[in-house]
Protein backbone atom coordinates (compact mmCIF):
# COMPACT_ATOMS: atom_id res chain seq x y z
CA UNK A 1 0.00 0.00 0.00
CA UNK A 2 2.70 2.52 1.17
CA UNK A 3 4.46 1.36 -2.39
CA UNK A 4 1.61 3.07 -4.50
CA UNK A 5 1.40 6.03 -2.68
CA UNK A 6 5.13 6.95 -3.26
CA UNK A 7 4.73 5.99 -6.63
CA UNK A 8 1.77 8.45 -6.85
CA UNK A 9 3.92 10.95 -4.92
CA UNK A 10 6.92 10.72 -7.70
CA UNK A 11 4.83 10.39 -10.84
CA UNK A 12 2.04 12.77 -9.85
CA UNK A 13 2.38 14.97 -7.07
CA UNK A 14 6.74 15.43 -7.47
CA UNK A 15 7.63 19.27 -8.61
CA UNK A 16 9.12 19.50 -11.87
CA UNK A 17 12.19 21.53 -10.46
CA UNK A 18 12.71 18.49 -7.59
CA UNK A 19 14.19 16.22 -10.28
CA UNK A 20 16.73 19.19 -11.13
CA UNK A 21 17.40 19.96 -7.48
CA UNK A 22 18.62 15.87 -7.00
CA UNK A 23 21.43 16.59 -9.13
CA UNK A 24 22.58 20.06 -7.44
CA UNK A 25 24.64 18.07 -5.19
CA UNK A 26 27.41 18.78 -8.00
CA UNK A 27 27.47 22.15 -7.22
CA UNK A 28 30.50 20.46 -4.27
CA UNK A 29 33.20 20.76 -6.96
CA UNK A 30 32.34 24.47 -7.69
CA UNK A 31 35.38 25.91 -5.88
CA UNK A 32 34.69 28.60 -2.79
CA UNK A 33 31.35 28.06 -3.00
CA UNK A 34 29.49 27.48 0.29
CA UNK A 35 28.62 23.50 0.66
CA UNK A 36 25.85 24.46 2.65
CA UNK A 37 23.68 25.35 0.32
CA UNK A 38 23.25 22.05 -1.45
CA UNK A 39 21.12 20.83 1.89
CA UNK A 40 19.42 24.06 1.40
CA UNK A 41 17.91 23.04 -1.57
CA UNK A 42 16.81 19.68 -0.34
CA UNK A 43 14.78 21.21 2.23
CA UNK A 44 13.88 23.79 -0.71
CA UNK A 45 12.30 21.44 -2.82
CA UNK A 46 9.87 19.24 -0.07
CA UNK A 47 8.38 23.21 0.51
CA UNK A 48 8.01 23.30 -3.22
CA UNK A 49 6.48 20.05 -3.75
CA UNK A 50 4.07 20.45 -0.59
CA UNK A 51 2.86 23.82 -1.72
CA UNK A 52 2.35 22.58 -5.02
CA UNK A 53 0.32 19.62 -4.22
CA UNK A 54 -1.94 22.05 -2.15
CA UNK A 55 -2.75 24.17 -4.80
CA UNK A 56 -3.16 21.55 -7.38
CA UNK A 57 -5.72 19.85 -4.63
CA UNK A 58 -3.17 16.41 -4.91
CA UNK A 59 -4.22 16.52 -0.67
CA UNK A 60 -7.99 16.67 -0.97
CA UNK A 61 -7.42 13.90 -3.75
CA UNK A 62 -5.51 12.07 -2.24
CA UNK A 63 -7.28 11.89 0.76
CA UNK A 64 -10.57 11.13 -1.11
CA UNK A 65 -9.12 7.41 -2.51
CA UNK A 66 -10.53 4.61 -0.89
CA UNK A 67 -7.62 3.54 0.43
CA UNK A 68 -7.24 6.17 3.48
CA UNK A 69 -6.50 9.23 4.95
CA UNK A 70 -3.57 8.21 6.53
CA UNK A 71 -1.29 7.19 2.97
CA UNK A 72 -1.62 11.33 2.69
CA UNK A 73 0.72 11.72 5.54
CA UNK A 74 2.80 8.76 5.04
CA UNK A 75 2.89 9.30 1.10
CA UNK A 76 4.53 13.07 1.37
CA UNK A 77 7.01 12.07 3.66
CA UNK A 78 8.18 8.91 2.65
CA UNK A 79 8.35 11.12 -0.42
CA UNK A 80 10.40 13.39 1.27
CA UNK A 81 12.49 11.69 2.86
CA UNK A 82 13.51 9.67 -0.10
CA UNK A 83 14.23 12.29 -2.33
CA UNK A 84 16.28 14.05 0.34
CA UNK A 85 18.28 10.76 1.07
CA UNK A 86 18.92 9.78 -3.09
CA UNK A 87 19.95 13.33 -3.07
CA UNK A 88 22.68 13.14 -0.35
CA UNK A 89 23.65 9.75 -1.91
CA UNK A 90 24.23 11.27 -5.45
CA UNK A 91 26.34 14.14 -3.55
CA UNK A 92 28.57 11.59 -1.86
CA UNK A 93 30.81 10.55 -4.93
CA UNK A 94 30.76 14.56 -5.99
CA UNK A 95 32.55 15.22 -2.28
CA UNK A 96 34.82 12.12 -3.11
CA UNK A 97 36.03 13.67 -6.38
CA UNK A 98 36.53 16.77 -4.56
CA UNK A 99 38.64 15.66 -1.37
CA UNK A 100 40.60 13.47 -4.08
CA UNK A 101 42.05 16.69 -6.09
CA UNK A 102 40.69 19.89 -4.08
CA UNK A 103 41.53 19.30 -0.75
CA UNK A 104 40.46 23.24 1.18
CA UNK A 105 37.46 24.93 0.50
CA UNK A 106 38.17 28.46 1.47
CA UNK A 107 33.88 29.54 1.98
CA UNK A 108 33.05 27.44 4.95
CA UNK A 109 33.32 23.43 5.46
CA UNK A 110 34.97 20.90 3.45
CA UNK A 111 33.28 18.10 1.99
CA UNK A 112 33.79 15.25 4.27
CA UNK A 113 32.11 13.17 6.94
CA UNK A 114 31.25 15.92 9.49
CA UNK A 115 29.68 17.70 6.53
CA UNK A 116 27.21 15.26 5.78
CA UNK A 117 26.71 14.87 10.01
CA UNK A 118 25.96 18.47 9.56
CA UNK A 119 23.83 18.07 6.59
CA UNK A 120 21.69 14.83 8.29
CA UNK A 121 21.40 17.35 11.22
CA UNK A 122 19.90 20.00 9.21
CA UNK A 123 17.41 18.47 7.29
CA UNK A 124 16.50 15.92 10.17
CA UNK A 125 15.41 19.33 11.91
CA UNK A 126 13.78 20.93 9.14
CA UNK A 127 11.77 17.97 8.12
CA UNK A 128 10.20 17.66 11.57
CA UNK A 129 9.49 20.96 12.03
CA UNK A 130 8.19 21.48 8.50
CA UNK A 131 6.17 18.37 7.88
CA UNK A 132 4.71 18.09 11.23
CA UNK A 133 3.77 22.03 11.08
CA UNK A 134 2.28 21.48 7.63
CA UNK A 135 0.61 18.56 8.11
CA UNK A 136 -1.12 20.34 11.54
CA UNK A 137 -2.56 22.88 9.13
CA UNK A 138 -2.50 21.53 5.78
Given at each position: ???????K???L??????????????????????YS?V?????L????D???????ND???T??????????V?????????????M?????????L??????T????I???????????????????????GF????
Amino acid sequence: MTRQFLRKEYLLAAHPTTWFFVWLGALVLVPAYPYSVVFFFAMLAPSLDLVYAKQTNDILYTALLPTGKAGVVRGKVLYTFTFQTVMLLLTIPWALLRTLYIQTNPAGINANVAYFGFGLLALAVFDYLFLTGFFKTG
